[in-house]
């Protein structure tokens, strides 16, 4: 296994990508967020929506680099060096390898042993740990949800972000009691993985695409994820900067936030492709949702639907039809 100081320096030049296979409810998109949340350097992560619900199998990526060219990508990992599996039933449900780079690792909630998960996934050529994530959860948590102790079976085998660093992602994502209690689920999934290690690393150069390329040379590049996931900003190069273009006029929708409702979960802000959420660093630190961008925001929605207290809703841009009967 690769220590954290050679993670590091892959890191320079790498992206290490991450799949997290869930059922709907059990906080997959979460962990997703907690990785990118405790990592040193610079993060993506999105779920993949489809007809989710209560139980339907749910997928969540992460890109993780020291390179801040590299982890701008809105795509699918397709070729992970990392699986989490929070529910073991998914095994012979969903190809939970797909891609899986040789000598990846495949993380499992389960208590079977490593030659039935290989003869289940049909994969010799991985590493695999196990942990019986659900009893812990019943045990420290009070109930079976087991996105925070994968984590720590992660932390187990790929020492990407520091335990110290994950505890403080949990401390500001929960409050008081819960998240002490999922601090110390992780602690307890560390020490009880189980770790089948075939003595092959990943190869972090799968899918990691060149630095940032321009059209053509003396056009600048992006220092930092901008507003309507455009480039160029700066009018003194480009005369208009395509962050002034009203996008936001390409949608039918007005998406309305309520401040009265919203948690700050900012679920909204990392699933949203235009970066058109706005949120400000408050006095006390944390950062808080502040509204939506309008110029740019296009009303795909996403934000409407995975908002878990409906603080966001929406309205049509268009008024009613001239023969329309008055409310």
């Known amino acids: 296994m690769l220590t954290p100081e ?66 701008r990508s809105n795509e699918q990992v397709y070729s992970p060096h990392f699986v989490c599996v929070l529910d073991p039933s998914l095994l012979g449900e969903i190809n939970v390898t797909a891609g899986l780079a040789k000598g990846g690792w495949l993380i499992v909630n389960t208590t079977l042993n490593q030659e039935d998960i290989q003869n289940i996934v049909g994969r010799t050529d991985i590493n695999v740990a196990t942990i019986d994530a659900t009893r812990i959860a019943l045990e420290v948590l009070g109930r079976n949800i087991t996105n925070t102790i994968i984590l720590g079976a992660l932390l187990r085998v790929g020492p990407i972000f520091t335990v110290e660093a994950l505890a403080d992602a949990i401390m500001r994502r929960f409050k008081g009691e819960i998240a002490g209690k999922n601090v110390a689920a992780i602690k307890q999934a560390i020490e009880e993985t189980c770790v089948y290690d075939i003595g092959l690393d990943p190869d972090l150069t799968m899918d990691t695409k060149i630095p940032w390329q321009q059209v053509f040379p003396g056009l600048p590049g ?12 700066d009018e003194t190069v480009i005369e208009i900067g395509s962050n002034q273009v009203n996008t936001g006029s390409w949608g039918e929708w007005d998406m309305i936030w309520d401040e009265e409702k919203c948690t700050d979960c900012a679920q909204c802000w ?58």
């Open 222 to 233: 992006f220092k930092e994820l901008d507003k309507a996931g455009v480039w160029y900003c």
């Open 270 to 327: 990392y699933i949203c492709p235009d970066f058109s959420i706005i949120r400000e660093k408050g006095e006390d630190g944390l950062w808080h949702m502040k509204g939506i961008d309008i110029l740019h925001c296009k009303s795909c929605q996403n934000c409407l639907e995975i908002c878990p207290v409906e603080a966001i809703s929406k309205r049509l841009k268009q008024g009613p039809a001239s023969c329309a009967a008055p409310e």
């Open 6 to 71: 050679q993670f590091k320096e892959l890191l320079k030049d790498n992206v290490i990508n991450l799949r997290i296979h869930a059922r709907g409810g059990q906080g997959g998109v979460t962990a997703s967020n907690l990785c990118v949340e405790a990592f040193y350097g610079y993060g993506v992560c999105q779920p993949l929506f489809g007809a989710e619900r209560m139980g339907s199998p749910t997928e969540s990526y992460v890109r993780l680099s020291a390179n801040d060219d590299l982890v």
